[in-house]
């Protein structure tokens, strides 16, 4: 089984492994070069090195090449304080282009030898005139990578609306789907403004705990349903999955709490009822299976009786109609 060393490349981004290549003595947070298929570059450890099984392998695995020395790290802050002049002269030149994009990050390679220009377009951008005159100012390889409004949240950093930073650069490493069900799981309000971040897409948090409410809301009978509670029968207005509980409308439109637990009909009973007199569920059930065992009965004795009736009506009018042919006597 191979070992492997776990590395990021930038901080808070995607974890990439690499066979450890005997290098087994490296730690949290060192500084290793590694082989990728855009030559060698500068990564960081995150995950010591571990064994891992062969199915888990996908492709070919690059390897760590050696540890950073001293040196490396050097030109690597050197061509990381190139990165802002850069950025500027970036988006200068996007503008004399007049292209309709935002130039939001540079990045440079380990040995300077690639420039990765990061943008933001709302649609497709020729910008090849840009790449030429950019490679010609910094006389290295351009390469365009056009980002998403989450990926640019994440380059760009910010505060969210809890007053926090924003999870995607302070520790969360990959986007994962939020859809608006996840809102609608937590009963939160619907606007748009309230449940979007800084990228204007749906709050990354909304995901956190959306499985925790998925199983609270099994539990619960459904909004609008009819339970009988210890003071009587009422309808559900309000779930409370934290609390396992449920705001009650009884009659006289009095609004009470209850736990679930002290709802004798609700969803967790699937129609079973209480152990006590066979559930209302049960009853109704019952109840409308004698009636319409009754009015089956009724119409197979309505249809008996009509087919006799039509048969004795046959009769008569035949024997009428025999009298009539017969011939009088002389």
Not at 9 to 31: C, E, I, M, R, W
Not at 51 to 59: F, L, M, T
Not at 84 to 110: G, M, P, Q, W
Request: net charge positive; with cysteine; proline share 3%.
């Amino acid at each position: 089984m191979p070992t492997v060393v776990g590395v990021q490349f930038n901080p808070v981004t995607k974890v990439y492994h690499f066979d450890s290549n005997g290098h087994l003595d490296l730690a949290y947070q060192d500084f290793v070069i590694v082989n990728t298929s855009k030559g060698n570059e500068v990564a960081q450890v995150v995950q010591p090195p571990h064994i891992i099984d062969e199915s888990d392998v996908v492709g070919e695995m690059k390897s760590v090449l050696r540890k950073a020395n001293a040196w490396d790290l050097v030109q690597k802050d050197q061509w990381e304080h190139k990165e802002a002049e850069a950025l500027a002269i970036c988006r200068t030149k996007a503008k004399e282009h007049k292209l309709d994009i935002k130039v939001v990050r540079c990045n440079y390679s380990f040995n300077g030898g690639r420039l990765l220009v990061y943008f933001a377009a709302e649609s497709r951008v020729d910008f090849r005139a840009l790449v030429r005159e950019l490679a010609r100012i910094f006389r290295t390889r351009i390469e365009m990578r056009q980002i998403g409004v989450r990926d640019e949240a994440k380059l760009l950093d910010g505060v969210g609306k809890c007053g926090r930073q924003l999870c995607c650069t302070s520790w969360l490493r990959e986007f994962t789907p939020v859809s608006i069900r996840m809102a609608k799981n937590q009963q939160l309000p619907l606007n748009p403004d309230e449940i979007s971040g800084v990228c204007g897409r749906l709050l990354c948090c909304l995901s956190y705990e959306d499985t925790f409410y998925k199983q609270q809301n099994k539990k619960m009978p459904k909004l609008g349903s009819e339970v009988v509670t210890p003071q009587g029968v009422g309808r559900v207005r309000h779930l409370h999955p934290l609390k396992e509980s449920v705001t009650v409308m009884l009659e006289g439109q009095v609004m009470t709490e209850f736990a679930v637990d002290e709802l004798l009909t609700s969803k967790s009973s699937s129609g079973a009822g209480c152990s006590t007199c066979g559930g209302c569920t049960t009853k109704r059930r019952a109840g409308a299976a004698a009636d319409n065992a009754k009015a089956q009965a009724e119409r197979e004795e309505s249809k008996s009786s009509q087919s006799g009736e039509g048969s004795s009506s046959r009769r008569r009018s035949r024997r009428r109609r025999s009298k009539g042919s017969r011939k009088p006597k002389s």
